[in-house]
């Protein structure tokens, strides 16, 4: 979307991967944009495109006043801070929960009382957990394996429930895999593509964790973009939780093989047992996004690849 029909916006983790990238598009399309977030997983360079045109406040999504204070004037709020790795929400729930729990809840309530027109929390298909349901629609049983998973599931809760008492219009993203360029490779709970492409660039063995026939949905990261502005642009789309993927499945086997095939690395892998808290299949039916949203995924996972491939190779990553 080149314009949106709003003129100010907050994205809270607009230094992150995903957030970044809907940064650039806020700032292209000449809205007013301000970013929260305390670096603990986003990185300035990932705003180096935007930053002149920004406002960005190093703070944290649990500070009430500040929150408050920098949602006020905006039309939409995008939430997209988070700790959103599930093995480290294993470790350590509480903080997590903090976080992700009553971080939303402080985003939620200055946003209400700010006026604000929406928000757009940014959810995730791990909600639904490992049942056996192909694909994965919204009315599907949420069953949540990970207190990462029953976090984001608390979040739509809560969001439903403002929308219900106050009023407010709030948008639940549920992103399946989602990978682009700047997926930082640099923590061993990244996402498994950009691992498998910094393996890729320096010819090392991946990690595989299980036998490798998991099933992901992968969704370009321009995609995800593209959903979020329509969520928070489509006039009736207020109150409503929705898959946002391709409708594509692919192993992670296949994954694997697909990146030699990009960068000729012939590196086998290194398989590891199967970590605690990872869903086995995940697959979103997409049709209530293509409906409510006119969502459509442009990229393909090929060209998706290739271009996240050629990203982590001039990067240096």
Known sequence: MKEVP?????????????????????????????VLDNLSTGH????HRSRQHITFVDGDIRDR?????????????FHLAAVVSVPQTVQDP????????????????????????????????????????????????????????????????????????????TVCLRYFNVYGPRQDPASPYSGVISLFMKCATVQEAPLIYGDGQQCRDFVFVKDVVTANLLAASV????????????????????????????????????FRSERPGDIRKALADIGQARSELGFEPRYGFEEGLERTYDWYRNTGF
């Open 6 to 34: 709003f003129n100010k916006a907050l994205v809270t983790g607009g230094a992150g991967f995903i957030g970044s990238h809907l940064v650039d598009a806020l700032v292209h399309a000449g809205c007013r944009v301000t």
């Open 94 to 169: 509480i903080e997590s929960a903090d976080i992700n729990e009553i971080g939303t809840l402080s985003v939620l309530d200055a946003a209400r009382r700010n006026g604000v027109e929406r928000v757009i929390l940014s959810s995730s298909c791990a909600v639904y957990g490992d049942g056996p349901e192909l694909p994965k629609q919204e009315k599907t049983p949420a069953h949540p394996r990970s207190p990462y998973a029953l976090q984001k599931l608390a979040g739509e809760w809560h969001a439903a429930l403002f929308a219900d008492l106050f009023g407010l219009g």
């Open 44 to 47: 300035l360079r990932n705003l």
């Open 235 to 270: 006039e009736d789309a207020g109150g409503t939780v929705l898959n946002i993927g391709t409708g594509r499945i692919v192993t992670i086997q296949q994954l694997w093989e697909m990146i030699q095939e990009i960068s000729g690395c012939r590196t086998a892998p290194e």
């Open 65 to 77: 006043d500040l929150v408050a204070d920098l949602s006020r004037g905006c039309q939409v709020v």
